[in-house]
């Protein structure tokens, strides 16, 4: 079976939504992007699409490829958005089989088998019938991304003043000055001048 391999990223929509494991898995991602390979073609034909989406893993390091690779969980599924004949025979074309992966950039990428053939229902095969099918595929990507560590709690006693700090309106006039004094601690009060 033929591979028709596209190299350039296929044009890609996607959400990235931070979750709580199983860990180490912090993200979740949704992809949808448009199908690569032959579109259209022959009356019969069977080949394997294979293509990458514009969604690369954030902070990708290609030396933890295999992890990467083995702790991920991608689910996808192809469909078709534009099927079209040069006639009016009957057809049949099918997105057989999808495989998800991690390529060397950490993008993600899918496999796709597609088959078509038409029936002429007995007329002969002019040379110039063909078939045309252009497919999407949607995918959730249940992955790591490295994320910075949420800042640690308020200490016990520590002002409200430290942890959300006063805004102060401007003054028409006469310019008056505001200061807010703290100790070590985020404790204090205020002084005017």
Known sequence: ???????????????????????????????RCRGGGLFGGPLEHHYRARFVSTFQIAK???ADLDWHRAISH????????????????SFVMALEDIKPFIDDFGRIGFEVQISQRGDFGGRLFSGTDWILGAYEVSAYALLYEPRPQPPLPPIPGQSKGKLRPEI???????????LIVTDTFGLGGESSD
């Not at 102060?168 to 505001?178: A, E, L, Q, R, Y």
């Open 74 to 89: 991608i689910s996808a599924a192809p469909f078709f958005f534009q099927l079209d004949t040069s006639s009016d025979f």
């Open 168 to 178: 102060i309106p401007p003054h028409f006039g006469k310019p008056k000055k505001k």
């Open 1 to 31: 079976m033929d591979i028709i391999t596209t190299d350039t990223p296929m044009p890609t929509e996607f959400t990235r939504i931070p979750v709580s494991g199983p860990a180490p898995l912090n993200t979740l991602a949704y992809i």
């Open 60 to 62: 990708f390091d290609q």
